[in-house]
């Protein structure tokens, strides 16, 4: 019994450890930033004639600043970004370059002209870059502008496979596509990536977005109101938390979430769909995913949100060959409050199919709130349809809810 204490105990410290040591690194980076950084400010101000003009489209210019200087500030104010039509294969507003770091004091913000009724990538972050430090963005998506158009493309934050990027204090917000996206492109990785402080509001399609990623680590997470109440403007999935494959090429090695909170999202909130592209076009071989969520709490008590809070549903998979596919899905202490007026038991879905391979989910130290009343695995006979929504879950050897 003394061994596993000590072992817990170690393990305990080393956690610590290391999150000590990031936030020391964090602010090693913010600190040296605003030390040595170059104000972009008498830049901006020198090709719109002498001052920051609204509407202005700056992105062109601060694209030269950011390859010409590495480490750069931003004043504390707004500043409009319109597309930049240079970089032609994607539709971007800023580019990073390797080794920028941009700091964003308080009051800053960056946001699109008023007649940008579409957003594209408004900071984008690319497969050949690496070593990037961005602290303080606020980023608002063309939502904001009166006539908004939707779209399946675009983001606030958007990483194409880049290496060792930290974001820390960052809020994305009216993005009329994604939130913030961690991809893989070409069948490369997004790698070693860290976000610290995050809030996402008011995406259309996703408000973050997972489709690979080797070591990253996710914490202070926040996303609400993500969706369309308009059904011409819903762009699918229209999810809060999606880890959406492209294909088998997708891997989750070492994904970490830490403190994740939903609010008031329409559609799934956290969905996989099980991985369903890994499986049906698994060419790569063997596949393991690793993603751990501890602490999670969904909320929601707006009458026009719907859609189960933890998605997991692909259908029948029989037909395909889920041998090489394993790995584990863990998420410790999960709470889902479901506080509308009218009754709303729509906590899960997909959690009663079967498995034949494939990922492991568990859900430990599960509590349910119904229109304000509590349910644990121990008091979940207080509710029937809750009981019976749990011991499917368990019965399903998909889902194992502790």
Not at 12 to 31: G, I, N, P, Y
Not at 269 to 281: D, G, H, M, S
Request: hydrophobic content about 35%.
């Amino acid at each position: 019994m003394k061994n596993i204490i000590f072992c817990f105990l170690i393990t305990a410290l080393a956690a610590v450890r290391s999150d000590l040591q990031a936030q020391s690194r964090e602010k090693m980076l913010r600190d040296s930033t605003i030390k040595y950084g170059v104000a972009i400010e008498p830049y901006l101000k020198s090709v719109s004639g002498g001052e920051i003009v609204k509407d202005f489209n700056y992105s062109p210019y601060i694209n030269k600043f950011l390859k010409e200087n590495k480490y750069v500030k931003f004043p504390p104010y707004a500043i409009s970004i319109g597309i930049d039509d240079s970089f032609k294969n994607y539709k971007s507003h800023i580019i990073v370059s390797s080794g920028n770091r941009l700091y964003f004091p308080a009051g800053s913000s960056l946001v699109c002209p008023e007649s940008l009724k579409t957003n594209g990538y408004m900071v984008f972050i690319r497969w050949d870059v690496k070593d990037v430090f961005i602290d303080g963005i606020h980023l608002i998506g063309s939502k904001a502008n009166e006539g908004y158009i939707t779209s399946m493309y675009g983001a606030g934050i958007a990483m194409y496979a880049p290496e060792n990027v930290i974001v820390s204090n960052a809020r994305v917000d009216k993005n009329s596509g994604d939130g913030v996206t961690v991809r893989v492109q070409w069948s490369k990785q997004s790698r070693d990536i860290t976000i610290n402080k995050l809030t996402v509001t008011d995406a259309t399609r996703v408000g973050m977005l997972v489709t690979g990623i080797i070591n990253g680590k996710f914490s202070d997470i926040t996303i609400e109101g993500t969706g369309e109440e308009d059904k011409t403007k819903v762009v699918k999935p229209q999810t809060a938390l999606s880890f959406e494959p492209n294909d088998c090429t997708s891997r989750y090695v070492n994904c970490k979430f830490y403190n994740l909170e939903t609010k008031n999202n329409l559609g799934p909130v956290l969905a996989t769909t099980n991985f369903y592209n890994i499986f049906t076009k698994n060419t790569c071989g063997p596949n393991k995913i690793d993603i751990l969520i501890k602490n999670w709490t969904d909320f929601t008590d707006s009458p026009i949100a719907y859609g189960a809070s933890f998605a997991v549903g692909s259908g029948d998979m029989s037909k395909y060959d889920t041998k090489d596919i394993t790995g584990t899905f863990t998420i410790i202490n999960p709470t889902i409050i479901k506080n509308t007026a009218k009754p709303n038991y729509y906590f899960f879905q997909g959690t009663e199919e079967s498995r034949n391979g494939g990922v492991k989910y568990t859900l430990t130290n599960l509590k349910l709130i119904h229109q304000g009343k509590p349910f644990t695995m121990k008091t979940r006979v207080k509710d029937d349809k809750i009981k019976r929504m749990i011991d499917q879950a368990n019965k399903s050897n998909k889902v194992l809810i502790n």
